[in-house]
């Protein structure tokens, strides 16, 4: 209790604690685009509990790995080489994850651009409950450790990284019921949001690699393209709204 009242008190803790919160908010927008893609293609009497699910998923997780942050450091240790290059578990757990999100994503824009509507109908019908909250509890452990490796780098002091754990978490929890709304309501955005799940899928791959990328560039560019498309979105409310309306006899006159 001592220990807990020391942190309190100092403010480097505090200005530690709101970065880690910001930095694991935005860490797990890319976990809940996925969740958010995942959980539309389901009943919505069951989109709702499965997003749940998933998210609660993602807290356990990083709460139990929090409990053995000493394992997880050595997670970053080399483990096996090939070709004179040395991968670490953490590499391989990234490069697996990038994989699963480059098939996964590449699958689902497959899905909606095929002019064939058995093969769409068939595709949506093939993914249930089960499966869907399999794949989230994958893509919730690489995520998760990417996001507990990250917060052990930027703070020694476990109670701060167990409170932003959790803050993010409940944004998660929170953000997660509008933004599958909003993704569903506009087919646009399906695409631009696979096509983010791409460019995440190729940078947890390049990390594997130990080829480092800025998370600034993949934010900065993410941003961008959602600026972009709502500038569109916007455009083409304002043509729907300026569209003339038909004549009030034309339908009885054909």
Known sequence: MDHLLQLAADPTVWAALATLIVMEVVLGVDNLIFISILTNKLPPEHQTKARRIGIGL????????LGTVAFIVHLTEPVVSVLG??????????VAGGLFLLWKATKEIHESVDPTPEEKTAGKAGIGFAAAVGQILVLDLVFSIDSIITAVGMTEHVPVMVIAVIVAVTVMLLAADPLSRFIAANPTVVMLALGFLIMIGMTLIAEGFGAHVPKGYIYTAMAFSAGVEALNMLARRRRRGKA????AGSRAEG
């Open 85 to 94: 290059k040395a991968f670490s578990w953490r590499d391989l757990i990234l």
């Open 58 to 65: 993602a807290l356990i997780l990083r709460l139990g790995l």
């Open 244 to 247: 003339p309306a038909p004549p």
